[in-house]
């Protein structure tokens, strides 16, 4: 059903691109996902506005989070990340950077060559995700 993926290159942080009080999580994404007719979530980890973090596809296979490079990158979303207007903002709760920082420092150790980037730091995307620089966070909050 799912491929294995076979090397990774980069750990991808998206955000879910929903408002701060929609409490969503693995569950709520997988539905949407499977509703674009994905075989599954696309994301390997959530990480809810509590900071707990939720699997989703499970870590050794191929995810659906960034075109072109699927099959090199482990996804990880943190839910939130537009206004009211569905305007990009970093709203993004202290407990889920801690969240995102503890997971981050877990998977650079089981795969310490990938490049930890946010979505639109990909080549031609055209999104903000995650709505927040995610190299100059790592540089404030190193792992």
């Not at 699927?70 to 839910?79: E, F, K, L, W």
């Not at 980037?117 to 031609?124: I, N, S």
């Amino acid at each position: 059903m799912f491929k294995k993926r076979l090397k990774t290159t980069a750990i991808v942080v998206h955000c879910s691109a929903t408002q701060p009080k929609q409490d969503i999580g693995a569950a709520e994404i997988e539905r949407w996902h499977r509703q674009r007719k994905y075989l599954a979530i696309g994301y390997h980890y959530v990480i809810r506005r509590d900071g707990t973090v939720e699997k989703g596809r499970d870590e050794t296979v191929v995810g659906a989070h960034v075109e072109g490079h699927n099959s090199t990158s482990i996804g990880v979303c943190m839910v939130g990340g537009v206004d009211a207007k569905l305007n990009p903002q970093d709203n993004f709760t202290p407990a889920q950077y801690a969240s995102l920082q503890t997971l981050l420092r877990e998977l650079k150790t089981r795969y310490s060559t990938a490049e930890i980037k946010g979505h639109r730091d990909f080549p031609g995307v055209a999104k903000a995700c995650p709505c927040f620089d995610v190299k100059d966070w790592l540089t404030k909050n190193p792992l």
